[in-house]
């Protein structure tokens, strides 16, 4: 941002950025249930949205304090800690008493063994976490998570579905939403360096960060139409998300702790925890297909009466299985 600061109505703005938050989630939500059909249209936007918003969070920070996040060891090290071993755990801990629909299951498990890895970052710098070092450790929890999650899905729901995961959605999250946006950031760095006008556009850009934040809450929280018409399937795990969040978080706080991070970073800790990957994810749900025979839950009869069920749905279009609507819209909850 400018040294001299925001001035009029982007200085209100910023001022009351989080109610302007609030009032965008609330106009998405009511927005999604009253016009499903505006639903596809928002959703495109979520990326390129999501994708500016990155560019004017990596515009305010400079290259060289991105090199020395490389090289803080303990920080990627409790990144990985907190993502890979504690949440996991913690997941592990909900799973029993998760409602006995393999479709919510593994609509669950898809959004929480997911570290984000993108709009993270805008969320940990508005908190006062350090964004340049999670914006460091995107690579490596990206990485992590591909490999990971066959497994993880493996351990919870069986080997039929731990061939879901594919690396295209992941690969082009952090193409569109990480690598180009920051290219174009450091390009307007070397830019406003060198000339006034350059710095000039910086400074505009980075006016536009409460704007983006809204409008990215706004596309996000609005719901799609498979929740409007059955909000009885996904309305009960909130709880399991909501409980989630407090245990995380504290989770967290606990890692920083033993890790001696400084606040910033234990900060950047605990948002990287608390806040998972639904937007990567998302694409890969409708490829996702639960398991006919769940040996959870139920005796061979009860299987057998939910296998002929008339409300599991039809294949998905263009021959390919899916699992039922809701659990599609499952990973948006988060």
């Not at 080997?159 to 920051?182: G, H, Q, R, T, W």
Request: net charge positive; hydrophobic share 50%.
């Amino acid at each position: 941002m400018s040294q001299q600061g925001p001035q009029g109505l982007v200085e209100r703005m910023e001022h009351h950025q989080v109610a302007i938050y609030l009032a965008a989630m609330a106009v998405g939500g009511l927005l999604g249930w009253a016009d499903p059909d505006a639903s596809p249209g928002l959703e495109h936007a979520i990326n390129p949205v999501l994708g500016t918003l990155l560019f004017v969070t990596f515009l305010q920070v400079p290259a060289a304090e991105l090199v020395r996040s490389l090289r803080d060891g303990r920080f990627l090290t409790a990144a990985l800690v907190v993502n890979f071993v504690v949440v996991p755990l913690v997941v592990a801990g909900m799973f029993t008493f998760l409602p006995a629909d393999p479709a919510v299951q593994v609509g669950v498990l898809l959004v929480l063994l997911c570290p984000c890895v993108d709009y993270v970052i805008v969320f940990s710098g508005l908190a006062g976490g350090s964004s340049r070092r999670l914006l460091a450790a995107t690579p490596l929890l990206l990485v992590a998570q591909m490999l990971l999650l066959p497994l993880f899905l493996y351990m919870f729901m069986g080997s039929e579905l731990a061939d879901i995961v594919e690396a295209s959605p992941f690969l082009e999250a952090f193409a569109f939403l990480i690598v180009i946006p920051l290219a174009l950031a450091w390009a307007l760095q070397a830019w406003s360096a060198l000339w006034p006008a350059g710095q000039k556009f910086s400074d505009a850009a980075t006016t536009t960060t409460v704007p983006l934040m809204a409008a990215i809450l706004l596309t996000v929280v609005t719901p799609r139409s498979p929740t409007r018409r059955q909000p009885d399937r996904w309305a009960v795990v909130i709880p399991f998300y909501v409980l989630f969040l407090l245990v995380v978080t504290f989770a967290g706080k606990a890692v920083a702790k033993l890790f001696r991070l400084d606040a910033g970073a234990g900060r950047a800790i605990v948002f990287t925890g608390a806040t998972r990957n639904s937007l990567v994810v998302l694409p890969l749900a409708p490829r996702s297909s639960p398991p006919r025979t769940p040996s959870w839950t139920g005796s061979p009869t009860t299987r057998r009466r939910r296998r002929s069920s008339p409300s599991t749905p039809p294949s998905g279009a263009c021959g390919a299985t899916s699992i039922p609507t809701s659990a599609r819209a499952s990973p948006s909850l988060i």
